[in-house]
């Protein structure tokens, strides 16, 4: 968040390394701008802060970018996806964050290299002695 100069939530930052929108686009509040390439989505609520704009890839339907434009510092932050099958799922293989900065545009590219899909999670857990559980009524 220092970095961007917008609040993240966990589940948002979740959504961006997962190559999820950070905004939900079922609903109303959409409206589709006419690209060569791309279908892209502009979010078109007025008078929030943060307006996304979404590129998906019109073959796959897959995220390959999100823009996000802040009214409050006038600047847009971007998203970058390039995309990999593991395990017959399409993942985030190289996702590229553009953030602007006072001095210029900070680049932070990260590379997924292994993705690895445990069989079975375990959670050790014990009910500790002497547990009473408490009823509500």
Do not use: A, C
Request: no cysteine; proline share 7%.
């Amino acid at each position: 968040n220092q970095i961007t100069g917008i609040d993240f939530e966990f589940k948002d930052l979740q959504n961006i390394l997962t190559g999820y929108p950070v905004k939900n686009i079922k609903g109303d509040k959409w409206k589709r701008i006419s690209h060569p390439k791309y279908y892209v989505l502009t979010y078109s609520e007025r008078g929030i802060d943060l307006r996304p704009t979404l590129f998906f890839d019109p073959s796959s339907f897959s995220l390959v970018e999100q823009r996000f434009f802040s009214r409050g510092l006038k600047q847009t932050m971007t998203i970058k996806y390039n995309y990999q099958k593991v395990e017959g799922k399409k993942l985030p293989k190289k996702i590229e964050l553009l953030i602007p900065t006072d001095i210029g545009i900070t680049r932070i590219v990260l590379e997924y290299t292994k993705v690895d899909f445990p069989g079975e999670l375990n959670m050790p857990f014990m009910i500790p002695e002497g547990y009473k559980p408490i009823k509500f009524r």
